[in-house]
T-cell receptor, first 114, second 112 residues
Framework: DAKTTQPTSMDCAEGRAANLPCNHS???????VYWYRQIHSQGPQYIIH???NNETNEMASLIITEDRKSSTLILPHATLRDTAVYYC???????????????FGQGTRLTINP | DSGVTQTPKHLITATGQRVTLRCSPR?????VYWYQQSLDQGLQFLIQ???????AKGNILERFSAQQFPDLHSELNLSSLELGDSALYFC???????????FGQGTRLTVV
């Protein structure tokens, strides 16, 4: 799986959009970008994933650059409960039955300030 | 609630002992993953099972073993425990041909 680079930490004001960048310059054509978050020692929570098109769900939006070498996770209206470590992961979509392991890096510690 | 159940939530045991951690995946999920997270460390992938068979292995010590049973629940066995094995152990599950994994709330193991 391709390596990802994320800032160690970020701050964002409550109510503002939180934009979390991720660099994955060595991503291959068949690798997806996944985002998970972990709120203080809880189990990691799936947020969103995408291949090359921008994606949006009830939690966040994922913007992937045209060359796919980087992406940004956007939390549109951050709340205090969004304070967590956010992990950007790239992985291959399996071409046979059986999902592939998720390899977590160090992630970005996002702090939402009141 | 992710639908993945891990028991026990907390476990305190002495060095040299053996423990078993249990994971019940979401209904219908065939893949189970185990991860270890030590204090201030990232999530380390240990092992994955798919429909009862070992699919992938990560940095799992020889003192550790796992299995997935016919009813798809999984157990992680940790033996000859050392102080350094104190950590959060997470289980995750996913449907076979989907890739979003859903994590349980973890078992906090403390070795004293």
């Amino acid at each position: 799986d391709a390596k990802t680079t994320q800032p160690t930490s970020m701050d964002c004001a409550e109510g503002r959009a939180a934009n979390l960048p991720c660099n994955h310059s060595t991503i291959s054509g068949n690798e997806y970008v996944y985002w998970y978050r972990q709120i203080h020692s809880q189990g990691p929570q799936y947020i969103i994933h995408g291949l090359k098109n921008n994606e949006t769900n009830e939690m966040a939006s994922l913007i992937i650059t045209e060359d796919r070498k980087s992406s940004t996770l956007i939390l549109p209206h951050a709340t205090l409960r969004d304070t967590a470590v956010y992990y950007c992961i790239v992985r291959v979509l399996p071409n046979r039955m059986g999902a592939q392991k998720l390899v977590f890096g160090q992630g970005t510690r996002l702090t939402i300030n009141p | 609630d992710s639908g993945v159940t891990q028991t026990p939530k907390h476990l305190i045991t002495a060095t040299g002992q053996r423990v078993t951690l249990r994971c019940s995946p979401r209904s219908g999920d065939l893949s189970v993953y185990w991860y270890q997270q030590s204090l201030d460390q990232g999530l380390q992938f240990l092992i994955q099972y798919y429909n009862g068979e070992e699919r992938a292995k990560g940095n799992i010590l020889e003192r550790f073993s796992a299995q997935q049973f016919p009813d798809l629940h999984s157990e992680l066995n940790l033996s000859s425990l050392e102080l350094g094995d104190s950590a959060l152990y997470f289980c995750a599950s996913s449907v076979g041909d989907h890739t979003e994994a859903f994590f349980g709330q973890g078992t906090r193991l403390t070795v004293v």
